[in-house]
């Protein structure tokens, strides 16, 4: 019973070092973002609203390990990461949110393949 007690603690650490690591580079990529925002509105080349995007969905990124750190993720508590990261790419160009929408929706299905081979199937959600 003692093994299981220590083990149990080690998957606690393991579990709140990876929500406060995932919730650190959440903020620190909004951050960065928003510091950034001017450069991201004033160019009018695609590439750097691409570029935007795709950094908005690290966000979307960053939310997902830190809930799914606590919990298993389901629908609502994706669209409630969903929203606030293509909130924030649609503060830079709304070019950004389109792109930042769609890389996400790109990490939901990786998510949900790497969670077949590591489970053996997906969970329903």
């Known amino acids: 019973a003692e093994g299981l007690k220590g083990m149990q603690s080690v998957q606690d650490r393991v579990q ?5 690591l ?8 909004f951050s960065l973002l928003q510091v950034n925002s001017s450069a991201f509105a004033a160019h009018d080349a695609s590439g750097i609203h691409l570029l935007g995007g795709a950094c908005s969905s690290l966000v979307f990124f960053f939310g997902v390990i ?16 969903l929203a606030p990261s293509c909130l924030l790419a649609a503060t830079l160009h709304r070019v950004c949110m389109t792109v930042c929408g769609l890389c996400s929706l790109a990490m939901c299905f990786y998510f ?8 053996g199937k997906a969970k329903r959600v």
Do not use: M, P
């Open 16 to 20: 709140w070092s990876s929500a406060i």
């Open 22 to 29: 995932s919730g650190l580079l959440l903020v620190i990529t």
């Open 66 to 81: 830190c809930v799914g750190s606590f919990k298993e993720v389901h629908w609502l508590e994706l669209v409630l990461v």
């Open 112 to 119: 949900h393949t790497v969670s077949k081979q590591c489970y």
